[in-house]
Nanobody, 115 residues
Framework: QVQLVESGGGLVQAGESLTLSCAASGTIYSANAMSWYRQAPGKEREFVAGVIIGANKKYAESIQGRFTISRDGGKNNVVLRMNSPQPEDTAVYYC?????????WGQGTQVTVSS
């Protein structure tokens, strides 16, 4: 059974960097894509950043230039480096992975940015 576990969330002040990590287990296959989404209170879940094997990384316009997604080759681990987070970045951050046509989600990690 594939499981994704996020870590690294917490409470930070605006401008203080934060790094989120996600690791997938329970499969021998490499995910062809891994992404980060977030959901703020009262809002729908939205795409943040994604990395596809053999393709360019993609970022939401709202975090472009501030957040960086990285993945170590075909390993099922992905990191989101959040530089200069702002209060509007407060949300539960979710990791997802597409493995052999199936999408798996983690439980999420809370990120709270205080002003």
């Amino acid at each position: 059974q594939v499981q994704l576990v996020e870590s690294g969330g917490g409470l930070v002040q605006a401008g203080e960097s934060l790094t989120l990590s996600c690791a997938a287990s329970g499969t021998i296959y490499s995910a062809n894509a891994m992404s980060w989404y977030r959901q703020a209170p009262g809002k729908e879940r939205e795409f943040v950043a994604g990395v596809i094997i053999g393709a360019n990384k993609k970022y939401a316009e709202s975090i472009q230039g501030r957040f960086t997604i990285s993945r170590d080759g075909g390993k099922n681990n992905v990191v989101l480096r959040m530089n200069s987070p702002q209060p509007e970045d407060t949300a539960v951050y979710y990791c997802d992975a597409n493995i052999r046509g199936h999408t798996y989600w983690g439980q999420g990690t809370q990120v709270t940015v205080s002003s």
